[in-house]
């Protein structure tokens, strides 16, 4: 059965602005609550101080950037707020552009899959309580985590194409996308899973948790409106626009406009009366996606907090 969850739809400046979608994990169908990386108020740091508000609830990171800490430090920060919320945790992790590896860095990764093969790995053994050796090539140390009971802690990579598909279906406990439409789900990145799976001799498949952007249909408001207030970086940043044409968008020589357009059109942003966007979201249950998280940024964005949860709260309790 697939489940739903909701995004934190905007980057908190304080604490309380996080809460009440908080409060929807708890008094609606959603599962979980998921927060992207944050420049401002830091996700795990959110997720604590909502769990000491008395909003203890399940947590997803989708996801965090790997150059931002140690893998040593992913692994105790993720376990740390399992211990603090007192559920499982999907700790999602991915690379980042390489302009931000690059500023971050000093340089880029110069083998992003290699990199995150070892990432993710080290973060895996170290919430396992192994003691781990890494002897390079990008992360060299010895290390294990102090032993404690906690909530388990899934390893998640962040994918838009078919080889961070096939890598996270060798080494992660959860597949992780963002803008990704459910054609392209079903056609390309869940075989490339499955071929990930196959090299490894694996027999059970990640979760797959796809984060879809969504928002009930506003009178006056054109869809690719509402699409590029909740993407309108994704949908310029080159790793999206690549995945985006292989998914059947036309980008090249595009302005965004275009661009969001095409997005609507294929269900990567997911628009319409209230039956029209369950009914497109329950595409992506047929494709094969065991967590659809709700993304109301652009409604947010757009009109305000409220109606980023009342279009939450409607669609929560008539998809689920």
Do not use: C
Not at 56 to 63: A, D, L
Not at 120 to 131: F, I, K, S
Not at 134 to 143: I, S, V
């Amino acid at each position: 059965m697939t489940e739903y969850s909701v995004l934190v739809p905007f980057v908190p400046r304080r604490l309380e602005q996080a809460l009440p979608f908080a409060g929807l994990v708890n008094w609606t169908p959603a599962v979980r609550l998921w927060q992207g990386q944050s420049m401002l108020l830091e996700p795990h740091q959110t997720f604590v101080g909502a769990a000491g508000a008395g909003f203890r609830v399940p947590v997803g990171f989708g996801v965090t950037l790997m150059p931002l800490r140690h893998p040593f430090e992913a692994a105790n920060q993720a376990r740390s707020v399992a211990l603090a919320t007192g559920h499982p945790v999907i700790a999602g992790f991915g690379p980042g552009a390489p302009a931000f590896q690059e500023n971050l860095l000093g340089a880029p990764y110069e083998k992003p899959l290699a990199v995150a093969r070892q990432y993710l790995t080290a973060v895996r053994r170290l919430l396992d309580g192994e003691l781990v050796h890494m002897d390079g090539p990008e992360y060299t140390f010895q290390a294990q985590l102090a032993p404690a009971a906690a909530p388990r802690v899934d390893v998640g990579l962040g994918v838009l194409r078919p080889g961070m598909a096939r890598l996270a279906g060798e080494i992660a406990d959860t597949v992780i996308t963002w803008l990704t439409p459910p054609s392209y789900l079903r056609e390309v990145l869940l075989p490339a899973v499955e071929e990930g799976m196959a090299r490894a001799g694996r027999t059970d498949r990640p979760r797959i948790v796809a984060m879809v952007p969504v928002g009930l249909e506003r009178e006056g408001t054109a869809p690719e409106r509402l699409a590029l207030a909740s993407n309108y970086a994704h949908l310029q940043a080159p790793h999206y626009l690549d995945m985006l044409r292989r998914a059947g968008v036309e980008t090249a020589g595009q302005d965004p406009h275009a661009i969001a357009r095409g997005a609507v059109d294929v269900g990567a942003f997911v628009t319409g009366d209230l039956d029209t966007v369950v009914k497109r979201l329950d595409e992506y249950r047929q494709a094969g996606v065991d967590e659809i998280v709700l993304n109301a940024t652009g409604v947010n964005k757009m009109f305000g907090t409220q109606e980023a949860i009342g279009d939450l709260t409607e669609i929560l309790r008539t998809a689920v």
